[in-house]
């Protein structure tokens, strides 16, 4: 598959708390930090944060959408600033380089308000029966 450099996608979407919250039931991760309103606002969040895996699973999804028959090879992640619910986000990737039936892409997901970066991401997929 011949596969350009450079933009791939860009997508905007807003997180819920419902999402946090059935995000905890099928992780297992029922942090109060994430599930419990109370509990967060008494954090310097001030209310609940996302689980990061939860919008690198926004990222995942549009991957798997494009490249169904992808596989991905490796993968890393940062969560430089909470995600927030009700807070817009954009999600922005790059293919960086192609060698063969590899491919690197970059992603950044930022507050779409102030362009705040919450997830750096780089995935290597392997698009060989892509």
Known sequence: MSLPLGPLFTLEHVPTQAEFELFARVSGDDNPIHVDPDFSARTRFGRTVSHGMLIYSF????????????VAKRQTLMFPHPTYAGEPIRITATVD??????????VRVARAADDTPVT???TVLDLGAA
């Open 59 to 70: 990222v995942w999804a549009e991957l798997r959408r494009r490249f169904p028959n992808a």
């Open 97 to 106: 380089s192609v060698a063969g039936r590899l491919a690197t892409i970059a």
């Open 120 to 122: 750096d991401a780089t």
